[in-house]
């Protein structure tokens, strides 16, 4: 499984194995019943999670029904205690959305749910995030999770989506952080894959953020209002919904 997983998330094409993932979760799902743990987003119980990774493969972290990992859960439940955003009138931009958001948030009513993406089948708008065909102010609500790092000029991009929120509107941007660091490390002259994935984590990332992250979005205009999401998780919590341990979790709001 260590090996297969990383070896099926490399060979097969994204919106293929999209597509596939539809069949996959009905047989995880019935395989996985149980009571240990829980997934918020698709409110499933089940015995375990199942082992996800890139190159490093966690153990229990992918919901058996819905495929969401820890950072797809720890959004939801943000979302859900910290915002208005399952119940206000809300024009929503999601870039590169998560099939396991997909449907649930296409079902909302109080939602005008607009999807977008340079290859994803799921996308309504093909774009480049880097340059956005929507009207300054355009959006209430932007969620562009874990897009940034794939993005070759990330400040750019940053500005885009702050130009389009309204005002008093809010972004979700997270990224892969290594804590540990304080300046992101990102070298425009590293374009061998092999030594990307070496340096920044995956082939197709221009960058591993650092501790600085916070800043380079207060320089596109973005202000934080509230404390990090994750401290107020206790650990019952955090073990129940299998929550990442330690990531800082925000809503970015326009200036």
């Known amino acids: 499984m260590r090996r297969l997983v990383p070896f099926i998330l490399r060979v097969i094409p994204r919106p293929f194995l999209i597509r596939l ?3 996959v979760m009905r047989i995880t799902s019935l395989a996985c019943r149980g009571n240990n743990v829980e997934c918020p987003v698709c409110a499933g119980r089940f ?3 199942l082992p996800y990774g890139y190159n490093k493969v966690r153990k229990g ?10 950072r797809h ?10 915002t208005d955003f399952f119940t206000a009138p809300l024009k929503v931009l999601h870039i590169a959305p998560e099939q396991c958001f997909y449907s649930r948030f296409r079902k ?3 939602l005008t749910y607009i999807t977008a993406d340079l290859n994803s089948p799921l996308a309504d708008v093909k774009l480049d995030v880097q340059d956005m065909p929507f009207q300054d102010n355009d959006f209430d609500v932007v969620i562009c999770n874990h897009v940034l790092e794939h993005v070759p000029d990330d400040r750019k991009a940053m500005r885009e989506i702050h130009r389009i929120i309204k005002p008093d509107g809010f972004a979700i941007l997270q990224v892969p952080t290594n804590y ?3 300046i992101t490390h990102e070298d425009a002259s590293i374009t061998n894959p092999d030594e990307r994935e070496k340096h920044f984590r995956q082939k197709d990332h221009y960058r591993l953020y650092g501790r600085d992250y916070t800043e380079r979005l207060k320089e596109a205009g973005f ?5 990090n999401f994750t401290d107020q998780l206790d650990d ?16 970015y709001y326009k200036q």
């Open 180 to 182: 540990a660091m304080e």
């Open 47 to 49: 015995r375990k999670f």
């Open 61 to 70: 972290v992918l919901c058996p029904r819905c495929f969401s990992l820890e």
């Open 108 to 110: 909302l009513k109080n």
């Open 21 to 23: 993932s539809y069949i």
């Open 73 to 82: 859960r720890l959004l939801w439940l943000f979302l859900q205690h910290r």
């Open 236 to 251: 019952d919590e955090k073990k129940r919904y299998r929550l990442p341990a330690f990531e800082f979790m925000y809503a």
């Open 223 to 227: 202000v934080l209002k509230d404390r």
